[in-house]
């Protein structure tokens, strides 16, 4: 999986920056934009992204890196619907196209969710200084744009758990506290990891000039356990829901698709 996210990763990015610096008439949004990413990743991985989009930004080949985010993100997307079938306990099913294109749908929408949460983080207090005339750098308008980009990750994650796996007749309560937990800890791992790789740890003693590298991709493999421990909370929890014989609620492997169409 964290071989699949940073190959699509910066694709991604380059494509967004390109959207953003085009929707925006701020000649500085790339620089601004990545102030936030910054925020998220580590310091070494944050200059190594700035690297890369300093090189390719201008390139003007951002529908090409698009597409290849979206084939490469879509890869990550089919190996957490195989990943999320085994803690479901289900075998898939479905035609290997519909698989397919299920994983470039979510990536996709998973996109979307997450390019507009950064603009929320990002553009948010602009966006509401023009719509309701108030301040931009009113304190409420500050604090208001982390819970709302914090809404669409829950989105973006609740769209992944529920059409991901090959299970039908899902219902919201079952995969809302996985959700939650991934998206919550997704943010505070990212905040903790950053802390320890800036006064903790020098991965390049380790791993000389792939340090940077290394750090990206362990922060890629940090995400996709979280995902992935949010799908066995939601599981875990209906399966005991099911032996307390609470109603609607499935053990493991009973919510097949396969089983369904039997």
């Known amino acids: 999986l964290a071989f699949w996210f940073l190959l699509g990763f910066f694709p991604m990015l380059l494509s967004v920056v390109s959207m953003v610096s085009t929707l925006s008439s701020a000649s500085d949004s790339q620089t601004i934009l990545m102030k936030y990413v910054g925020e998220v990743l580590p310091s070494a ?65 998973m ?84 802390v320890y790789i800036r006064h903790f740890s020098n991965f390049g003693l380790l791993y000389g000039s792939l340090g940077t590298l290394i750090i990206l991709m362990f922060w890629f493999y940090l995400s996709g356990i979280v995902i992935l421990a949010g799908g066995e909370i939601n599981a875990i929890l209906e399966d005991a829901a099911a032996q307390r014989e609470i109603p609607r609620a499935k053990r493991r492997g009973q919510r097949s698709l396969a089983k369904l169409l039997e």
């Open 111 to 194: 996109g979307v969710l997450l390019t507009a949460a950064l603009m929320i983080v990002v553009y948010g207090p602009a966006i509401l200084h023009h719509v309701l005339n108030v301040p931009s750098t009113l304190f409420v308008l500050k604090i208001a744009q982390w819970p709302a980009a914090a809404f669409l990750l829950i989105l973006a994650l609740l769209g992944l758990y529920r059409f991901a796996p090959n299970i039908r007749q899902q219902r919201l309560k079952w995969l809302l506290p996985g959700n939650v937990f991934a998206a919550v800890v997704w943010m505070v791992a990212s905040i903790l990891f950053k």
């Open 45 to 109: 991985a944050s200059n190594l992204v700035q690297q890369v989009l300093a090189q390719t930004a201008s390139s003007g080949r951002a529908w090409f890196a698009l597409l290849f985010a979206l084939w490469s993100s879509s890869s990550a997307t089919a190996g957490l619907t195989d990943t999320l079938n085994e803690i479901y306990g289900v075998k898939e099913s479905r035609p290997w196209w519909q698989c397919r294109l299920i994983a470039v749908g979510l990536a996709l929408a």
